[in-house]
């Protein structure tokens, strides 16, 4: 009987005691602006490097100790970082229940050989051994190189083969490899993210952009899915292409290696909650900040964990983008509302040069009422139908219009249609949901005169150039649709004709007011 008691307590025991295994991490985070000589000076390598390691030591459980972060640093620094580190991990893996994790990250310039570093390089083969004959448990080498160029930098045109990262798995239980590009890629950054696309990814989803199972723990395979999603879509409009992150899993008999935990620092952080739908980008502190995260409309999680202090957000929905702000403390958490937020339409988007397109297009139509020239008497009344493309740093379209005015005196009546086609280029300012525009109109009109008396008089068609400066006030109305009030100065020169006298082609001024409503496309 006692035999048997101590066989259930032993059988209920023994998880008991593998759970409480202690885990230790240890993290080596590499950045590098600067690489061969030949190679242009990078911007976000050490930025990117710097954003790992405040994401690994906020939420992953790493202590400071156990961290370096090594920027700007050459090959010697870096190897000699790695083997003290391997001498650590070896003291602590022997210690009774102590799970070692070991995280390797490096940014920069790189070939399929070896990695560039400030004129210095360090051979690939040599990091893996280095990462290889590691005592811990398990070893994660995540690897985002290299990147030149300008506002999306690539690291080369030319096809490379893969990174010599092969080999057997070594002395610990497994050993993982995340790169940012497949083999035949290049890596990409943007000056919109102040950094590269997949480094950008893979801290949002560490952040917990990525937990898509809802348990507060982003896992390797989760980051892994969601950086690969996320820089698959931003990359896509880029010109260099899309770029596909690549993995390499070495291990078994573990369970999900647990990258950050969110929730479990709440105490120290805040947690931001975000509507099911939209695109949000989190800059800190204000819209010149650095990025922080991003929030992608397929992301499986909602909820972001942030340090304490000011963000500024930028949201992208189907038919406009909204900015806004928002102040959050230490172990608080807020339900993001963009009600209250400031709308942006579409063609505001292209000229704050922050759309995906680089121009929006749409239709208008309206009404117009212009002032008599000579050959009418009253008011020409009738409507027009109009296109225009919203560029960056202006606009162009064209316009069909047509009225109508009538005249008489005595006996005399005649009706007057007027045709104009001008196409017009334009300057635009933005203010909340008014914006104002100022621009120029050049086209012709032609004239179609009728009469009607007890005589005969025939039917007249006068051709007239037109020149039209023009001032409108618009109001977004939401969902692509827009109001505006414009005024017009148009100058035609006609030709008219006295009594006895030579035919003359003289400048006549009218006044044109027009109310519109359009649709962005």
């Known amino acids: 009987m006692r035999l048997a008691l101590l066989c259930v ?3 209920m025991a023994l998880p008991l005691a593998a759970a409480s295994a202690r885990s230790e991490r240890f993290a080596v985070i590499i950045g590098n602006n600067i690489g061969a000589e030949d190679e242009p000076a990078l911007r976000y390598a050490e930025t990117d490097a710097l954003r790992v390691y405040d994401v690994l030591r906020g939420l992953g459980g790493y202590e400071p100790t156990n961290m370096a972060l090594l920027r700007g640093e050459d090959a010697d620094t870096v190897r000699s970082s790695l083997i003290a580190f391997n001498e650590r991990i070896r003291e602590r893996s022997s210690a009774p229940n102590t799970d070692v994790i070991l995280f390797v990250y490096y940014s920069g310039h790189a070939d399929p050989e070896r990695l560039h570093l400030r004129g210095s390089a ?6 893996a051994q ?3 004959g590691s005592a811990a448990q398990f070893r994660l080498v995540v690897l985002d190189a290299c990147h030149s160029g300008s506002v999306t930098r690539t690291k080369g045109a030319s096809v490379r083969p893969p990174f010599a990262l092969s080999g057997e798995a070594g002395a610990g239980e497994g050993v993982a490899f995340l790169t940012a590009t497949a083999a035949d890629e290049d890596a990409q950054e943007s000056d919109a993210l102040g950094g590269s696309f997949f480094t950008h990814a893979f801290v949002s989803g560490l952040l917990g952009a990525a937990d898509r199972n809802h348990d507060a723990r982003v896992v390797l395979d989760e980051a892994y899915q969601y950086a690969y999603e996320a820089t698959l879509r931003a990359t896509s409009r880029t010109l260099a292409g899309t770029q596909h992150a690549s993995f390499r899993y070495e291990y078994s008999g573990r369970g999900d290696i647990v990258l950050t935990e969110p929730r479990a620092y709440g105490a120290q952080r805040a947690m931001l ?10 800059l800190r502190d204000s819209e010149n900040g ?14 972001l964990s942030v340090p304490p202090g000011r963000y500024f957000m930028r949201v992208r929905e189907p038919d406009a983008m909204y900015e806004g702000t928002l102040d959050v403390a230490a172990g608080s958490a807020h339900t993001v509302d963009i009600s209250g937020f400031t709308r942006i339409g579409y063609a505001r988007l292209v000229r704050k040069g922050l759309a ?3 121009a929006v297009h749409g239709l208008e139509t309206g009404v117009l009422l212009r002032t008599p020239l000579p050959n009418e008497r009253d008011a020409c009344i009738g409507g027009f139908l109009g296109y225009a493309v919203d560029l960056e740093h202006f606009g162009v379209g064209g316009r069909f219009g047509a009225c109508t005015s009538d005249w008489r005196r005595g006996n005399l009546s005649a009706t007057t249609d007027s045709y104009d086609f001008a196409g017009r280029i334009y300057r635009t300012w933005d203010w909340s949901r008014l914006s104002l525009e100022i621009g120029v ?10 009469f009607d008396t007890v005589g005969r008089a025939a039917n007249r068609l006068t051709f007239a150039p037109l020149i039209a400066p023009r001032f409108s006030v618009g109001f977004d109305l939401g969902a692509g649709f827009f109001g505006a009030l414009e ?3 148009e100058t035609y020169l006609l030709k008219t004709q006295a009594p006895r006298e030579e035919p003359t082609t003289t400048p006549h001024f009218a006044l044109r007011t027009s109310l519109a409503v359009g649709k962005r496309l």
Do not use: K, T, Y
């Not at 360090?122 to 990091?127: A, G, K, N």
């Not at 650095?290 to 909820?303: I, M, P, T």
């Not at 109109?441 to 009728?450: K, M, P």
């Open 9 to 11: 307590w032993l059988w």
């Open 122 to 127: 360090l051979r690939m083969i040599e990091l």
């Open 130 to 132: 280095l990462v290889r």
């Open 273 to 282: 909650r975000f509507p099911a739908s939209g695109e949000f980008l989190l």
């Open 290 to 303: 650095a990025v922080v995260a991003d929030l992608g409309s397929h992301a499986g999680n909602r909820s």
């Open 356 to 358: 995906h397109e680089s």
């Open 441 to 450: 109109e050049l086209g012709a009109a032609v004239f179609s005169q009728r």
């Open 487 to 489: 005024v017009g100065g």
